[in-house]
């Protein structure tokens, strides 16, 4: 049997989970978008906000509002964008917990040499899987306007793993969705099932969820960190294993242990200001989220028993001063009031 060890943080971000909400929504969102009217209820979110497809909001046992946008949307699958790097992470405790890795502080060279390119940057054999997990790699990104020269490329491990290294490994956050596919060919290699067998297996069955295939690399490797689908109810039922520390209706699906550890403030985004943990955004207010491009949203509030799933247009943006200012306000305001 494998040691699985998770670590603690030294990250001082000023996050108090399960403590409830006790901060206004400045300390969320720039100051310019607080001039942006805040949903008055649930009904007026999907009301006002053209973009928002679906809303699901379970407080406890019970389903205090769901609603979509067009018939049929709350069971229909939904491209949830960069939410797929949280799902990554689960995978990687699950892996952990198999004993198929022996914990976070493995390293690349070490679990999966075969992917490092001959003329990758120097350095890339002693990033570890945390680094990868929590986004500080070091690595030049390949989001934002990087992402379609990386995507275009015939090899997108081997592209990411020779892009300069513009950070100490470890040390803070350059958001690349990258990372998280690194982490997912890892996983492919370790297990030696594909992302999508493992999302299948290892969530998808033990939740009764559906997972359907979704785009890979040219190696064959399965998206890690973007493209993923899922109905806005299974985003939910994602959402409820969360706040149940890794269990459904009492059968444990991820170790709870990891689950605890992915819940710990590791660094914080340069854009929005949220800590982020194992592949989740970590509020001050008490939530835990995963977020995608457009507005998806899976997030948990532990102190209020909250589990709630947003799915939106995946074509537009949603910036934390425009639309993601919303959902959080609505977050912070009607739901929280739950």
Same mark, same amino acid.
């Given at each position: 049997m494998?040691?699985?060890?998770?670590l603690?943080?030294?990250?001082s971000?000023?996050?108090?989970?399960? *403590?409830g909400?006790g901060i206004?929504l400045?300390a *969320?969102r720039?100051?310019?978008?607080q001039?942006?009217?805040a949903?008055?209820?649930?009904?007026?979110? *999907? #009301?006002r906000l053209?973009?928002?497809n679906?809303l699901?909001?379970q407080?406890?046992d019970?389903?205090v509002f769901?609603?979509?946008?067009?018939s049929? @949307?709350?069971?229909?699958?939904?491209?949830i964008?960069?939410?797929s790097?949280s799902l990554?992470?689960?995978?990687?405790g699950a892996?952990i917990a /198999?004993?198929e890795?022996?914990?976070?502080?493995? /390293?690349?060279g070490?679990?999966?040499?075969d992917?490092?390119? #001959?003329d990758?940057?120097?350095?890339?054999?002693d990033?570890?899987?945390q680094?990868?997990?929590?986004?500080?790699?070091?690595?030049a990104g390949t989001s934002? %306007?990087?992402?379609?020269?990386?995507?275009a490329?015939d090899?997108?491990?081997s592209?990411? *793993? %020779?892009?300069p290294?513009?950070?100490?490994p470890?040390?803070r956050?350059?958001?690349?969705?990258? =990372?998280?596919h690194?982490?997912?060919?890892?996983?492919?290699?370790?297990?030696g099932?594909s992302l999508?067998?493992?999302a #299948?297996s290892r969530l998808g069955a033990p939740?009764?969820?559906?997972?359907p295939?979704?785009t890979?690399?040219?190696?064959g490797?399965?998206?890690g960190?973007?493209?993923m689908?899922?109905s806005?109810r299974?985003?939910?039922?994602?959402?409820?294993?969360m706040r149940a /520390?890794?269990?459904?209706?009492? #059968?444990?699906v991820i170790a709870?242990?990891?689950?605890?550890?992915?819940f710990?403030p /590791?660094?914080?985004?340069?854009? =929005?200001g949220?800590a982020?943990?194992?592949g989740?955004?970590?509020s001050q207010?008490?939530?835990?989220?995963?977020? @995608?491009y457009?507005?998806?949203?899976i997030?948990?509030?532990?102190?209020?028993d909250?589990a709630?799933?947003?799915a939106s247009?995946?074509?537009?943006p949603a910036?934390?001063?425009?639309?993601?200012g919303?959902i959080l306000?609505?977050?912070?305001?009607?739901v929280l009031?739950?």
């Amino acid at each position: 049997m494998h040691r699985r060890r998770f670590l603690s943080t030294g990250v001082s971000c000023g996050f108090a989970l399960g *403590l409830g909400a006790g901060i206004g929504l400045s300390a *969320l969102r720039p100051a310019q978008a607080q001039q942006r009217r805040a949903p008055e209820s649930y009904e007026d979110a *999907l #009301r006002r906000l053209p973009q928002m497809n679906a809303l699901l909001i379970q407080k406890g046992d019970q389903v205090v509002f769901e609603a979509a946008r067009q018939s049929g @949307g709350l069971d229909r699958p939904t491209n949830i964008k960069s939410c797929s790097k949280s799902l990554v992470a689960l995978l990687l405790g699950a892996a952990i917990a /198999r004993g198929e890795i022996a914990d976070v502080t493995a /390293r690349l060279g070490d679990v999966a040499p075969d992917l490092i390119p #001959r003329d990758a940057t120097a350095g890339v054999a002693d990033i570890t899987l945390q680094d990868l997990v929590t986004l500080r790699a070091g690595l030049a990104g390949t989001s934002g %306007r990087d992402y379609g020269a990386w995507v275009a490329s015939d090899n997108w491990v081997s592209y990411v *793993l %020779r892009q300069p290294m513009i950070a100490e490994p470890g040390g803070r956050m350059i958001y690349s969705t990258g =990372s998280t596919h690194v982490l997912g060919a890892v996983l492919a290699q370790v297990s030696g099932l594909s992302l999508l067998d493992q999302a #299948r297996s290892r969530l998808g069955a033990p939740l009764g969820i559906d997972i359907p295939p979704w785009t890979r690399d040219p190696q064959g490797y399965y998206f890690g960190g973007n493209e993923m689908a899922l109905s806005p109810r299974a985003m939910l039922t994602v959402a409820r294993m969360m706040r149940a /520390r890794g269990a459904l209706e009492g #059968r444990a699906v991820i170790a709870q242990d990891w689950i605890d550890a992915s819940f710990e403030p /590791r660094t914080k985004s340069p854009y =929005s200001g949220l800590a982020y943990g194992y592949g989740w955004f970590l509020s001050q207010s008490g939530y835990v989220l995963a977020r @995608g491009y457009g507005g998806q949203v899976i997030a948990i509030h532990p102190a209020r028993d909250l589990a709630i799933a947003i799915a939106s247009d995946p074509t537009l943006p949603a910036r934390s001063q425009g639309y993601f200012g919303d959902i959080l306000a609505l977050l912070n305001g009607p739901v929280l009031d739950a």
